[in-house]
T-cell receptor, first 114, second 116 residues
Framework: AQSVTQLGSHVSVSEGALVLLRCNYS??????LFWYVQYPNQGLQLLLK??????LVKGINGFEAEFKKSETSFHLTKPSAHMSDAAEYFC????????????FGGGTRLMVKP | GAGVSQSPSNKVTEKGKDVELRCDPI?????LYWYRQSLGQGLEFLIY????????KSGLPSDRFSAERTGGSVSTLTIQRTQQEDSAVYLC??????????????FGPGTRLTVL
């Protein structure tokens, strides 16, 4: 079975500050890991994914995440927050088996203060 | 090209009524997923279809929920005798295929269901 835990349902940063959104997972097999972003009244958009290649993954809008197997973590970072980054972020895991169904964390709402 | 579309965008219904939610996947995508996003349960998988294979219904919360996919394209999620706890955003996603490895799932905007 797989599960995802996102620490902090709400994170607030100042514009220009570092963004760090935490994600820890459990999986019985080497996982595929994802970060999705959801803007108000919109669907989910893929930010980045880890699929067993490089452990440091770069995504869209300046975000990146590092897969750390020893810590079972996949934290999302961005060096400098922008007002447009305000949204809800979801970490997800798939075991890549038949179906590739995603198991999501509870989500983290990112607020960016001017 | 066109993304995943869902209709209606909002649906308000009375407790006990049946509802149908529609999903149009990206053309050529053989895999289709339904997820539910609710305040109490977060984002959870409901059902997935792959080509002409029998769907994986392991995430459906009760037998009031069913889904079909006609012609390998459009899918309809039906909820019978709706209950207030069914209120949620229902998200549909599609991907190229399901095989070894991973193929990105593209999500639609969702249908917000409110059961009064």
């Amino acid at each position: 079975a797989q599960s995802v835990t996102q620490l902090g349902s709400h994170v607030s940063v100042s514009e220009g500050a570092l963004v760090l959104l935490r994600c820890n997972y459990s999986s019985s097999v080497p996982p595929y890991l994802f970060w999705y972003v959801q803007y108000p009244n919109q669907g989910l958009q893929l930010l980045l994914k880890y699929t067993s290649a490089a452990t440091l993954v770069k995504g869209i809008n300046g975000f990146e995440a590092e897969f750390k197997k020893s810590e079972t973590s996949f934290h999302l970072t961005k060096p400098s927050a922008h007002m447009s980054d305000a949204a809800e972020y979801f970490c997800a895991v798939s075991e890549g088996n038949a179906g590739n169904m995603l198991t999501f964390g509870g989500g983290t709402r990112l607020m960016v203060k001017p | 090209g066109a993304g995943v579309s869902q209709s209606p965008s909002n649906k308000v219904t009375e407790k006990g009524k049946d509802v149908e939610l529609r999903c149009d996947p990206i053309s050529g995508h053989t895999a289709l997923y339904w997820y539910r996003q609710s305040l109490g349960q977060g984002l959870e998988f409901l059902i997935y279809f792959q080509g002409n294979s029998a769907p994986d219904k392991s995430g459906l919360p009760s037998d009031r929920f069913s889904a079909e996919r006609t012609g390998g394209s459009v899918s309809t999620l039906t909820i019978q005798r709706t209950q207030q706890e069914d209120s949620a955003v229902y998200l549909c996603a599609s991907s190229l295929r399901v095989a070894a490895g991973y193929h990105e799932q593209f999500f639609g905007p969702g249908t917000r269901l409110t059961v009064l």
